[in-house]
């Protein structure tokens, strides 16, 4: 069974840190991109970050360039997201995702591109 379980989620201030990881099981990394998106009360779902474990590439939506830092550990089977610099503006459900398909670098940001999602994880920023 596929499963992508994320943890790392917490209140935190204006300025801090936190890490999320992304617990993958039922598949390896290898072949998989995996994308972090998130979700505000009444908002949209946001892709702001992804790496593609075939290609060793990493992707940054601008919101989040700069402050938060996608990697793996293919041992572990995880990802996590590093992000510094927390902004209010950064409160929301935290998931991430995984796809097999091609095309990463034109579809990373697309929900509707991922096969497997996590079930979240929720970050709040206090000012």
């Known amino acids: 069974e596929v499963q992508l379980v994320e943890s790392g989620g917490g209140l935190v201030q204006a300025g801090g840190s936190l890490r999320l990881s992304c617990a993958a099981s039922?598949?390896?990394?290898?072949?998989?991109?995996i994308g972090w998106f998130r979700q505000a009360p009444g908002k949209e779902r946001e892709g702001f970050s992804c790496i593609n474990h075939k290609y060793g590439s990493t992707f940054y939506a601008d919101s989040v360039k700069g402050r938060f830092t996608i990697s793996s550990d293919n041992a572990k089977n995880t990802v996590y997201l590093q992000m510094n610099s927390l902004k209010p503006e950064d409160t929301a459900v935290y998931y991430c995702a995984a796809s097999r398909k091609d095309g990463t670098a034109w579809y990373w940001k697309r929900p509707g591109w991922y096969d497997y999602w996590g079930q979240g994880t929720q970050i709040t920023v206090s000012s």
């Open positions: 039922g598949f390896t990394l290898d072949d998989y991109a």
